[in-house]
């Protein structure tokens, strides 16, 4: 049974920093492309990140180059964004998403994927 379930979302003071989880299961994450998106109250969903299933790249939205990171454990079948330097419009519920045709995932188009997890609360504020 494919499962995509996302944790470590929390509270944090800006400048903060948090790590967040995607663990799935049932599925070859070599061969999906996995994204983190968000999702703000009153706003639409967007792109944050993703990591490619071809080769590994590695793609960040504008809005949060240089302060976070995603990365990928086949071993755990996990992928993790890290999120430092963060700011009260970071803000909003994180989901994380895998796609086996997103060959391009830093479009960041969400109907390129498959599989959404339920997604995991960050709030920014002092």
């Known amino acids: 049974q494919l499962q995509i379930v996302e944790s470590g979302g929390g509270l944090v003071q800006p400048g903060g920093s948090l790590r967040l989880s995607c663990a799935t299961s049932?599925?070859?994450?070599?061969?999906?492309?996995i994204g983190w998106f968000r999702q703000a109250p009153g706003k639409e969903r967007e792109g944050v990140s993703c990591?490619?299933?071809?080769?590994?790249?590695?793609y960040y939205s504008d809005a949060v180059k240089g302060r976070f990171s995603i990365s990928r454990d086949n071993a755990k079948n996990t992928v993790y964004l890290q999120m430092n330097s963060l700011k009260p419009e970071d803000t909003a519920n994180y989901y994380c998403?895998?796609?086996?045709?997103?060959?391009?995932?830093?479009?960041?188009?969400?109907?390129?994927?498959?599989?959404w997890g339920r997604g995991t609360q960050v709030t920014v504020s002092s």
């Open positions: 998403a895998a796609g086996l045709m997103a060959y391009y995932c830093e479009n960041f188009d969400m109907y390129s994927y498959d599989y």
């Open positions: 049932g599925l070859d994450l070599d061969r999906y492309a």
């Open positions: 990591i490619s299933s071809t080769d590994g790249s590695t």
